[in-house]
């Protein structure tokens, strides 16, 4: 069983395009030219770009339960 108060993933990081080709239509996590992290779309403004990262079974069914309780 994991220690659930260390980090076990290596921590997310941002990919530079010129070595790194990001996805086309794809949605990622890119450094906008002012520097800041932003959600959206590849464009040749851009500076560098990362995936999303992902959610935890376990916290994607506490979101679901929170969900239900709200309607």
């Given amino acids: ?7 076990t993933a290596p921590v997310a990081q941002l990919y530079d395009p010129l070595e790194f080709p990001p996805p086309k239509g794809k949605e990622l996590l890119l450094i906008n030219p002012s520097g800041v992290l932003i959600l959206g779309k590849w ?4 500076l560098a770009w990362g995936p999303y ?3 935890p079974e376990s916290v994607k069914a506490r979101m679901s339960k929170k969900f239900e309780e709200v309607k």
């Fill in 43 to 46: 464009n040749d403004t851009c």
């Fill in 53 to 55: 990262p992902k959610i």
């Fill in 1 to 7: 069983m994991p220690d659930r108060k260390h980090l």
